[in-house]
């Protein structure tokens, strides 16, 4: 951050080398902040791909799984009763060979990690080893984006919902703290302490176990009803707790979080200047409280924006909600490395996009912030 | 130093830091007095123990307290035995080395359920003469039914719903009802029951001892589960495995930030530059897939899952916060007096930098415990707790597995919930507090 002075009298001289010298220094700011991005996620993603098959071991694990489903499916395979030892045992042999070499472990682990990590770079996500999509494509594409929507839905719900409604409640509330209802949020802050499917348990029971009004879990009914009205209410139905649980478990720390906030910016001199001015309330909070916020408001609305893809894993677990953090913890437990790979390059993706933007997007809205200034 | 007292003291203006150091407090004296009460090795064998170890309890049984909440009361489980006492026995010696015993237990059943089942565990010592038993059962309304007659071998078990022979007696295919009412009407008798057993041995140290166990609706304080384990054990172990989670997590976590921090702006160059690039690249990779990972494929042990948690939290936001203020501190006079004297790097940074920071890392310690205490349960819901050690969150596992929430044995979930709710609170309550003492600009607002 910097503050930008220009005298005067050398306007004009200035303004020419200062805009030659804005010119490379956002050319160089952009080349060297993508570069150091760009590693980043590079060294980030390496990580996870290192952590993903434990140097090793998960192959391991996945080949005495092979040899034990080929030997299996060869034994109970009647054809091949009468067989000859030795045959059966060449094709048991054989089999397991293919079905390596088709999940690509007959490859040394270091130069296989290598490979993940350029596909990861370049998005060339890959064939999924063990789950399928509901449409049965292998394709880690295909398996990510089809429970994408599950995910933005909740997600997007829940999440826009408790940014404008915290920020709603919190002008309101900065606005006359020390009330009962400041005093209220202020008290029921801690409850935040407390995750999101931790409520849900709460919620199923009381809504779904004792006064059976919602659905236990699951997305929509089974079978789906057939008319998009009636699909969507009941889509809507087995939203609410969900939904519910994600905001109840944020809602008034949010609030909390965001009054303080504003009231510290609230208690500066000129909003009291605006205020000794007449100008009216909505003008004060508008220009001279939101927006000296609005760098800090919009950074959280862009991290909001990325958690929108990694979901929230847990409570899609716990109401069964078929989105992409509960697909992230299924892969895990069946030791599907590409969809692990393809979940976190995108997340990594995203974040060092925000983070590269944020700072164009700081110097849009504060004029005292320069791009790559000191 | 005087300031932090004085910090302390004003503790107690906060209603809400005084819920929370009870809530502390009572956590602690919790965790010691399982410790006390049930050893670890003890805990252990108890939370992994199957039949063998919980054979004498119904499963799925709610806390015997909620008969206070309920108009029908339910009948409570109970095992009395010879052996120590709690079923009354008399041997009366007879010629040849031959004897008979006696054995009674007389019970008041008032409840307005029929139990679930009723099972006698006999064991009795002989070298050849098998000794011999017959049961009688006596009701309230003075009858007196014979239940089963046995020639005993080493060990046996007789379940009193499993006889045919009773079935066929008592004209019925559901011998427990059958038992606790009216032959005529059908209607359940309260009333005192008398099990009557007498036996006869035919050799001189030949002995005979019984266990009666009566498996009713409830069961103790906190009930059973699918195991039929006795729940208190797993709901008071909870409390020190959560609390040494939290802590340890929160307390390594915190410092090693602030050292990390410190260490990084001090020295300045290369280190911090180090540091600023880890933090940016530990903000990329995925914290909870990570665990799970971890969970999954390497161990599951709470330690290394701790040690995990502990190394993904150090480099997060939290270590940018410290830096830009030790960054101001640096700067202070004080600090370049301290040069000035030539005090060393790591005198500068451990005796003058970390110790301004107290007062911001006392209320962020306290209020990052609820976060993992509840980690620990997530990850125990997950399916990635602890195999071995008894953990609250194990428990809503096994309730959530079992579907407990479905299936209505509410309690089995809410035990455990309400106790993680109640620690998950406590400290939040206090680190609030903490922070609005210790941090007197937000005070003010």
């Given at each position: 951050m910097a503050v930008v002075t220009q005298s005067p009298t050398e306007n004009t001289v200035a303004k020419r080398t200062s805009h030659t010298n804005t010119f490379t220094r956002v050319s160089r700011y952009v080349v060297v902040r993508l570069m150091v991005l760009f590693a980043t996620v590079v060294v980030g993603v390496y990580l996870t791909i290192m952590i993903a098959n434990m140097g090793g071991f998960v192959d391991q694990i996945m080949k005495g799984e092979i040899r034990e489903r080929v030997t299996q499916t060869i034994a109970a395979n009647p054809s091949m009763r009468q067989a000859d030892p030795a045959v059966r045992k060449k094709l048991i042999e054989d089999t397991i060979v293919k079905e390596e070499q088709r999940l690509g472990l007959d490859i040394p682990i270091a130069i296989r990690n290598f490979r993940y990590l350029s596909n990861a770079l370049t998005l060339n996500l890959g064939r999924a080893m063990n789950m399928t999509s509901d449409?049965?494509?292998?394709?880690v594409r295909l398996i990510l984006l089809e429970r994408l929507p599950a995910t933005l839905l909740l997600m997007g719900i829940s999440q826009l919902f408790l940014f404008f409604s915290s920020i709603f409640l919190a002008l309101n509330l900065s606005r006359r703290y020390g009330n009962f209802w400041d005093r209220l949020v202020v008290t029921l802050s801690p409850t935040s302490a407390v995750p999101p499917w931790f409520y849900g348990i709460f919620l199923i029971l009381i809504f779904a176990a004792l006064l059976k009004v919602l659905p236990f879990g699951g997305m929509v009914d089974s079978p789906p009803p057939s008319n998009p009205f009636d699909y969507s209410m009941n889509l809507l139905k087995h939203l609410t707790l969900p939904a519910l649980s994600l905001v109840l478990s944020s809602f008034f720390l949010s609030i909390y979080n965001y009054r303080t906030f504003f009231l510290i910016y609230s208690s500066e001199d000129y909003v009291e200047m605006a205020k000794a001015k007449g100008l009216p309330s909505r003008d004060v909070e508008r220009r001279y409280i939101l927006r000296p916020t609005l760098p800090n408001i919009i950074t959280n609305f862009a991290l909001l924006i990325i958690s929108l893809w990694t979901g929230a894993t847990i409570t899609e677990t716990v109401f069964i909600w078929p989105g992409l953090g509960r697909t992230l913890y299924q892969a895990i437990g069946l030791y599907d490395i590409p969809i692990i790979v393809g979940s976190t390059i995108i997340y990594a993706y995203l974040l060092a996009m925000t983070v590269f933007l944020l700072d164009f997007i700081y110097a849009l809205v504060d004029p005292r912030v320069k791009v790559g200034g000191r | 130093m005087k300031s932090l007292k004085n910090s302390f003291q004003n503790i107690l203006y906060y209603p809400s830091a005084i819920v929370g150091i009870f809530v502390v407090f009572l956590l602690v004296f919790t965790a010691i007095y399982a410790m006390v009460k049930i050893p670890y090795n003890e805990a252990i064998r108890l939370w992994r123990g199957g039949e063998e170890v919980w054979y004498q309890n119904p499963k799925f049984a709610p806390p015997a307290w909620i008969n206070f909440l309920s108009s029908k009361k339910y009948a409570e489980s109970f095992a009395v035995r010879t052996s120590d006492g709690t079923m009354t026995k008399e041997v009366t010696l007879g010629a040849e080395g031959t004897s008979t015993m006696e054995a009674s237990y007389t019970f008041d059943f008032a409840s307005d359920y029929y139990p679930q089942e009723m099972i006698l565990y006999l064991s009795s010592t002989y070298t050849e003469k098998q000794p011999f038993i017959s049961a009688e059962w006596l009701t309230p309304d003075g009858r007196k039914i014979r239940i089963v007659n046995l020639a005993l071998s080493q060990k046996q078990t007789y379940r009193f719903s499993q006889d045919q022979k009773l079935k066929t007696k008592l004209r019925t295919d559901d011998v427990i009802p059958a038992l606790f009412s009216d032959p005529e009407t059908g209607n359940l008798i309260r009333g005192k029951y008398q099990l009557l057993i007498t036996g006869a041995a035919f050799e001189p140290d030949s002995d005979i001892n019984v266990e009666f166990v009566f498996h009713g609706q409830v069961y103790g304080l906190a009930g059973t589960d699918h195991a039929r384990r006795d729940l208190v054990v797993p709901l008071l172990w909870g409390a020190p495995v959560a609390l040494a989670f939290g802590l340890i997590a929160s307390l390594g976590t915190s410092v090693l930030t602030m050292v990390i921090a410190a260490v990084g702006t001090w020295y300045g160059g290369w280190v911090d530059e180090l540091i600023q690039r880890i933090t940016e690249i530990n903000l990329v990779l995925p914290f909870l897939s990570i665990l799970i990972l971890i969970g999954t494929f390497y161990s599951r042990s709470i330690w290394v899952i701790l040690g995990a948690t502990i190394l993904l939290s150090i480099f997060t936001g939290a270590i940018k916060a410290y830096r830009s203020i030790f960054v101001q501190v640096k700067e202070s006079m004080y600090i370049e007096a301290a040069r000035a004297y030539g005090a060393s790097g790591s005198r500068i940074v451990f005796l003058y930098l970390i110790p301004r920071m107290i007062p911001l890392l006392i209320p962020g310690l306290v209020s990052s415990v609820p976060a993992f205490v509840f980690l620990e349960a997530s990850l125990a819901v997950l399916g990635l707790g602890d195999p071995v050690l008894p953990t609250w969150g194990k428990i809503i596992e096994n309730a959530n597995s079992n579907g407990a929430l479905y299936r209505g044995y509410y309690y089995w979930i809410l035990e455990p919930a309400i106790l993680l709710m109640i620690t998950g609170l406590g400290f939040a309550m206090l680190g609030f507090a903490l922070d609005r003492i210790f941090n007197p600009k937000l005070r003010d607002v």
């Amino acid at each position: 951050m910097a503050v930008v002075t220009q005298s005067p009298t050398e306007n004009t001289v200035a303004k020419r080398t200062s805009h030659t010298n804005t010119f490379t220094r956002v050319s160089r700011y952009v080349v060297v902040r993508l570069m150091v991005l760009f590693a980043t996620v590079v060294v980030g993603v390496y990580l996870t791909i290192m952590i993903a098959n434990m140097g090793g071991f998960v192959d391991q694990i996945m080949k005495g799984e092979i040899r034990e489903r080929v030997t299996q499916t060869i034994a109970a395979n009647p054809s091949m009763r009468q067989a000859d030892p030795a045959v059966r045992k060449k094709l048991i042999e054989d089999t397991i060979v293919k079905e390596e070499q088709r999940l690509g472990l007959d490859i040394p682990i270091a130069i296989r990690n290598f490979r993940y990590l350029s596909n990861a770079l370049t998005l060339n996500l890959g064939r999924a080893m063990n789950m399928t999509s509901d449409s049965g494509s292998k394709q880690v594409r295909l398996i990510l984006l089809e429970r994408l929507p599950a995910t933005l839905l909740l997600m997007g719900i829940s999440q826009l919902f408790l940014f404008f409604s915290s920020i709603f409640l919190a002008l309101n509330l900065s606005r006359r703290y020390g009330n009962f209802w400041d005093r209220l949020v202020v008290t029921l802050s801690p409850t935040s302490a407390v995750p999101p499917w931790f409520y849900g348990i709460f919620l199923i029971l009381i809504f779904a176990a004792l006064l059976k009004v919602l659905p236990f879990g699951g997305m929509v009914d089974s079978p789906p009803p057939s008319n998009p009205f009636d699909y969507s209410m009941n889509l809507l139905k087995h939203l609410t707790l969900p939904a519910l649980s994600l905001v109840l478990s944020s809602f008034f720390l949010s609030i909390y979080n965001y009054r303080t906030f504003f009231l510290i910016y609230s208690s500066e001199d000129y909003v009291e200047m605006a205020k000794a001015k007449g100008l009216p309330s909505r003008d004060v909070e508008r220009r001279y409280i939101l927006r000296p916020t609005l760098p800090n408001i919009i950074t959280n609305f862009a991290l909001l924006i990325i958690s929108l893809w990694t979901g929230a894993t847990i409570t899609e677990t716990v109401f069964i909600w078929p989105g992409l953090g509960r697909t992230l913890y299924q892969a895990i437990g069946l030791y599907d490395i590409p969809i692990i790979v393809g979940s976190t390059i995108i997340y990594a993706y995203l974040l060092a996009m925000t983070v590269f933007l944020l700072d164009f997007i700081y110097a849009l809205v504060d004029p005292r912030v320069k791009v790559g200034g000191r | 130093m005087k300031s932090l007292k004085n910090s302390f003291q004003n503790i107690l203006y906060y209603p809400s830091a005084i819920v929370g150091i009870f809530v502390v407090f009572l956590l602690v004296f919790t965790a010691i007095y399982a410790m006390v009460k049930i050893p670890y090795n003890e805990a252990i064998r108890l939370w992994r123990g199957g039949e063998e170890v919980w054979y004498q309890n119904p499963k799925f049984a709610p806390p015997a307290w909620i008969n206070f909440l309920s108009s029908k009361k339910y009948a409570e489980s109970f095992a009395v035995r010879t052996s120590d006492g709690t079923m009354t026995k008399e041997v009366t010696l007879g010629a040849e080395g031959t004897s008979t015993m006696e054995a009674s237990y007389t019970f008041d059943f008032a409840s307005d359920y029929y139990p679930q089942e009723m099972i006698l565990y006999l064991s009795s010592t002989y070298t050849e003469k098998q000794p011999f038993i017959s049961a009688e059962w006596l009701t309230p309304d003075g009858r007196k039914i014979r239940i089963v007659n046995l020639a005993l071998s080493q060990k046996q078990t007789y379940r009193f719903s499993q006889d045919q022979k009773l079935k066929t007696k008592l004209r019925t295919d559901d011998v427990i009802p059958a038992l606790f009412s009216d032959p005529e009407t059908g209607n359940l008798i309260r009333g005192k029951y008398q099990l009557l057993i007498t036996g006869a041995a035919f050799e001189p140290d030949s002995d005979i001892n019984v266990e009666f166990v009566f498996h009713g609706q409830v069961y103790g304080l906190a009930g059973t589960d699918h195991a039929r384990r006795d729940l208190v054990v797993p709901l008071l172990w909870g409390a020190p495995v959560a609390l040494a989670f939290g802590l340890i997590a929160s307390l390594g976590t915190s410092v090693l930030t602030m050292v990390i921090a410190a260490v990084g702006t001090w020295y300045g160059g290369w280190v911090d530059e180090l540091i600023q690039r880890i933090t940016e690249i530990n903000l990329v990779l995925p914290f909870l897939s990570i665990l799970i990972l971890i969970g999954t494929f390497y161990s599951r042990s709470i330690w290394v899952i701790l040690g995990a948690t502990i190394l993904l939290s150090i480099f997060t936001g939290a270590i940018k916060a410290y830096r830009s203020i030790f960054v101001q501190v640096k700067e202070s006079m004080y600090i370049e007096a301290a040069r000035a004297y030539g005090a060393s790097g790591s005198r500068i940074v451990f005796l003058y930098l970390i110790p301004r920071m107290i007062p911001l890392l006392i209320p962020g310690l306290v209020s990052s415990v609820p976060a993992f205490v509840f980690l620990e349960a997530s990850l125990a819901v997950l399916g990635l707790g602890d195999p071995v050690l008894p953990t609250w969150g194990k428990i809503i596992e096994n309730a959530n597995s079992n579907g407990a929430l479905y299936r209505g044995y509410y309690y089995w979930i809410l035990e455990p919930a309400i106790l993680l709710m109640i620690t998950g609170l406590g400290f939040a309550m206090l680190g609030f507090a903490l922070d609005r003492i210790f941090n007197p600009k937000l005070r003010d607002v």
